[in-house]
């Protein structure tokens, strides 16, 4: 089944406004941080961003370290 590219861009489009609307909420959500970089405006979403780039970069170096053959079980 082919997917529609009109339904692609609708999602796109739709989690463009979500992450927007969830970083607006900063301006009216007093936070309560431990550290004062915490009150960052968008330190979250930045630090997630970042946290994501880690886990996606080292899992594709660690594949190189654990790659076997294709014959391995052969």
Request: with cysteine; hydrophobic share 50%; proline share 1%.
């Amino acid at each position: 089944m082919p997917v529609k590219s009109k339904s692609v861009k609708m999602i796109i489009i739709s989690l463009y406004i979500i992450c927007a609307a969830l970083l607006l909420v900063e301006f009216f959500y007093h936070r309560h941080g431990h550290f004062d970089f915490e009150l960052w405006f968008g330190f979250y979403a930045g630090f997630g961003l970042l946290a994501y780039l880690f886990i996606v970069l080292s899992a594709t170096q660690l594949r190189k370290w654990l790659k076997r053959s294709e014959d391995y079980y052969d």
